[in-house]
T-cell receptor
Framework: GQNIDQPTEMTATEGAIVQINCTYQTSGFNGLFWYQQHAGEAPTFLSY????GLEEKGRFSSFLSRSKGYSYLLLKELQMKDSASYLCAVRELEYGNKLVFGAGTILRVKS | DTAVSQTPKYLVTQMGNDKSIKCEQN?????MYWYKQDSKKFLKIMFSYNNKELIINETVPNRFSPKSPDKAHLNLHINSLELGDSAVYFCASSPWTDSGYTFGSGTRLTVV
């Protein structure tokens, strides 16, 4: 089975950097995804890690350590529009492309 | 052009009714999914189809029945609706492997 943990809420200031952590336990790991979800909207894809290390994409970066069952999403130069829920999701090896989601971290960006 | 479209966007209905939610994707993806997001915002998979074949069927009451007439469509029919079925239901699609999902905009179901 899967167990995915992320902080429930975080608050950060506009222009700052914030790191959202995700830890997971899985019987068959096949990749980790980060999604952004604004209130009342669909989740949208942010990043994907399957190998250890850092993936950078503009203001967003994601890191993975498979041996530690750990990932983080780093958001730089925070903007008010970054206020949203950030979902960590793990793909299970034996179920094709099934994603199991964490409960999400609500990020509030204040001015 | 909407990549994954769901209808209706909102659905308010009484307990005991039967309702359907439709989903269509124009991305050419092989795999489609239904997820349920409850009031605590927890997204949980319900079903997955690959090329019209059911491949994932989580522990979901058999009042929920998915139907995939072709690989671009995955509909969800719910019988005898209960209060606890109130949630947002998201359809999604992806290529078969090694890819994230594209989600539809969601259907907010309220059972009264």
């Amino acid at each position: 089975g899967q167990n995915i943990d992320q902080p429930t809420e975080m608050t950060a200031t506009e222009g700052a950097i914030v790191q959202i952590n995700c830890t997971y336990q899985t019987s068959g790991f096949n990749g980790l995804f980060w999604y952004q979800q604004h209130a009342g909207e669909a989740p949208t894809f942010l990043s994907y890690n399957v190998l250890d290390g850092l993936e950078e994409k503009g203001r967003f970066s994601s890191f993975l350590s498979r041996s530690k069952g750990y990932s983080y999403l780093l958001l730089k130069e925070l903007q008010m529009k970054d206020s949203a829920s950030y979902l960590c999701a793990v793909r299970e090896l034996e179920y094709g492309n099934k994603l199991v989601f964490g409960a999400g971290t609500i990020l509030r960006v204040k001015s | 052009d909407t990549a994954v479209s769901q209808t209706p966007k909102y659905l308010v209905t009484q307990m005991g009714n039967d309702k359907s939610i439709k989903c269509e994707q124009n991305l050419g993806h092989d795999t489609m999914y239904w997820y349920k997001q409850d009031s605590k915002k927890f997204l949980k998979i319900m079903f997955s189809y690959n090329n019209k074949e059911l491949i994932i069927n989580e522990t979901v009451p058999n009042r929920f029945s998915p139907k995939s007439p072709d690989k671009a469509h995955l509909n969800l029919h719910i019988n005898s609706l209960e209060l606890g079925d109130s949630a947002v239901y998201f359809c999604a699609s992806s290529p078969w492997t090694d890819s994230g999902y594209t989600f539809g905009s969601g259907t907010r179901l309220t059972v009264v």
